[in-house]
């Protein structure tokens, strides 16, 4: 089992910048590809950034340029940094992890986060 707990969310104007983290409960060097996903209000869940345990990294087309994946693996942790963020960016980010696949992005995850709500004013 892995426990995964996002912080960093909040509310931030366009133009600015977060960065998100995501601890786990166990090494991250055991849990093979982690990733973010955002759900905007009304909207599904959708995969914003994956990266593997060797740092191959895949991002969604709306946010290549913008936002970074990196994750330390002495702290356990995932992070995404967010720059230039925009109004559309908004919504509750989830950090995910798939047990099972080490490739990019990331396939089916099976642990989740609770999520960090990020909301991005114009």
């Known amino acids: 089992q892995v426990q995964l707990v996002e912080s960093g969310g909040g509310l931030v104007q366009a133009g600015g910048s977060l960065r998100l983290s995501c601890a786990a409960s166990?090494?991250?060097?055991?849990?093979?590809?982690m990733g973010w996903y955002r759900q905007a209000p009304g909207k599904q869940r959708e995969l914003v950034a994956s990266?593997?345990?060797?740092?191959?990294?895949n991002y969604a087309d709306s946010v290549k340029g913008r936002l970074t994946i990196s994750r330390d693996s002495a702290k356990n942790t995932v992070y995404l940094q967010m720059n230039n963020l925009k109004p559309e960016n908004t919504g509750v980010y989830y950090c995910?992890?798939?047990?099972?696949?080490?490739?990019?992005?990331?396939?089916?995850?099976?642990?989740w986060g609770q999520g960090t709500q990020v909301t991005v004013s114009s």
């Open positions: 995910a992890a798939d047990s099972f696949y080490d490739v990019c992005p990331i396939p089916d995850p099976n642990y």
């Open positions: 166990r090494s991250i060097l055991s849990i093979n590809t």
């Open positions: 990266i593997t345990n060797s740092g191959i990294t």
